[in-house]
């Protein structure tokens, strides 16, 4: 029978000082395992600017395990993990960082987990040890937000450290959206899913270059590709507006018009213009919100999911 095969994906941007140092290091943690599996490293050099590519070419010369996908630019990590799992022949692929803030030593719990029937192993990382109030709030407010809107549960900590089974991969592949969140992409999949547990480690060499507006950036898309909440929010705000204002004006008009201010709420003339404006305000963006339905209509329909994921079918060709 031939060994099942393992493929890291590693996407790479101006990562020359760790793409050596992370190929030892998977090299010799491989030999430790009880698993008899092969493996191959797929780096996605994502448009480095740096010696990047010349030091993968300088592996690879050696090691025939180590493959290349090179980008013309920049295209963003989650485009680069894209096609590291796109061009990958592993039975499994396994999503890992250049800079090996991945622990190592975790693999063999992923591979545990797979061998025992999971198609999608999540590593979920501890409290990440931040200061920066900025990123911790914001990831803070971005998990709540994602989670209240989202059609799918994006768990905090959830990060890029998985491993996906065979049939995932072939699915995930299918996606033809561009503004993309690939955890995200590959929770909206389903399938068989277990977890794992980790701490990061620090960076190896150099420094992060998924700089804060690049999060900013990935955050917003993923609200617009998990969630058609956003295109809706002027709609359901006007319904609001109009529920309120719509029945206090007709209270106040009716107070001080046909019961001669019955109530003594001395309503000026300023306050009725304004609950008027308000309602109107409201019905304006009720009819945004009729426009936003069709335009989440197309945008559902050009995003072009597959309309459902077969997980196994059984006397069908
Ligand atoms: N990366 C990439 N393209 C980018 C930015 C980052 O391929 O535009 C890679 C980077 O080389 C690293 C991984 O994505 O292997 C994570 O990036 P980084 O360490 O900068 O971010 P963080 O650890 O803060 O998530
Ligand atoms: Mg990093």
Not at 59 to 84: H, P
Not at 181 to 196: H, N, P, S, V
Not at 234 to 260: C, D, E, H, V
Request: glycine content about 6%; proline content about 2%.
């Amino acid at each position: 029978m031939q060994k099942k095969i393992i493929s890291l994906i590693i996407p790479c941007f101006n990562e020359e000082q760790n793409v050596a140092q992370a190929h030892s290091h998977i090299t010799t943690f491989w030999k430790t395992l009880k698993y008899d599996f092969d493996y191959e490293l797929v780096f996605v050099d994502d448009g480095s600017r740096d010696s990047t590519v010349l030091e993968i070419e300088k592996l690879a010369k050696k090691d025939s395990q180590v493959k290349l996908v090179q980008f013309s630019r920049n295209f963003g990590k989650e485009i680069a993990t894209t096609a590291g799992i796109q061009n990958c022949n592993g039975d499994a692929c396994i999503m890992y960082d250049a800079d090996l803030q991945y622990p190592i030593e975790k693999l063999p719990d992923f591979l545990d987990k797979w061998e025992n029937g999971a198609d999608v192993v999540v590593g979920i990382r501890d409290k990440k040890k931040t200061n920066n109030f900025v990123e911790k709030f914001g990831s803070m407010m971005f998990y709540k937000c994602a989670n209240l809107i989202a059609e799918v549960e994006i768990k905090a900590g959830a990060l890029d450290f998985r491993l996906m089974d065979r049939v995932v991969i072939e699915e995930f592949s299918k996606f033809t959206e561009r503004g993309r969140m690939t955890r995200a992409l590959i929770d909206w999949l389903g399938f068989k899913r277990d977890y794992i547990y980790y701490t990061e480690n620090e960076r190896f060499a150099g420094e992060a270059s998924y700089s804060f507006d690049k999060r900013v950036k990935l955050a917003f898309s993923t609200f617009l590709s998990t969630s058609l909440f956003p295109l809706k929010f002027a709609g359901y705000l006007g319904i609001w507006i109009s529920i309120i204002t719509g029945p206090l004006g007709i209270i106040f008009a009716i107070n001080k018009y046909m019961l001669g201010d019955m109530m003594n709420w001395n309503t000026t003339g300023a306050t009725q213009v304004g609950i008027l404006t308000a309602f109107l305000i409201g019905i304006n963006l009720m009819c945004m919100g009729l426009i936003s339905l069709y335009i989440a209509n197309i945008h559902t329909e050009v995003a072009n999911r597959p309309l459902y994921v077969v997980k196994n079918k059984i006397n069908l060709g």
